[in-house]
């Protein structure tokens, strides 16, 4: 494990796949007794790959990668309205668009 104040001088880059992106509530990559959090936010349900790759300044010193996969699921609905027109009898259609507002 790296000394805090080794830490300052590595250079970090995050990469995300889907609609994932970095929150706004995390510090700039700001270390913390040697470790970084960062705060990962999607408003999509889906699976994404993020990828951390952090680099020493030293050009002899190996390149650490680490990949993950993230489940983001679905939350709670806010608001749902349907509207169905009075009229329609039988069954609903296979593949009949249904839009909700």
Request: include cysteine; hydrophobic fraction near 40%; aromatic fraction near 2%.
């Given at each position: ?19 994932a992106r ?80």
């Amino acid at each position: 494990q790296a000394r805090p104040a080794d830490c300052e001088t590595l250079r970090v880059d995050l990469g995300l796949s889907g609609q994932a992106r970095l929150s706004s509530a995390t510090p700039s990559r700001a270390w913390r007794l040697a470790e970084l959090e960062l705060d990962i936010e999607n408003e999509m349900a889906e699976v994404v790959q993020a990828e951390v790759r952090i680099e020493s300044p030293n050009p002899d010193a190996e390149v650490l990668l680490h990949t993950s996969q993230i489940r983001f699921a679905s939350g709670p609905a806010r608001r749902v309205a349907l509207d169905l027109r009075p009229g329609h009898t039988g069954d609903w259609p296979v593949n009949a668009r249904l839009e909700v507002a």
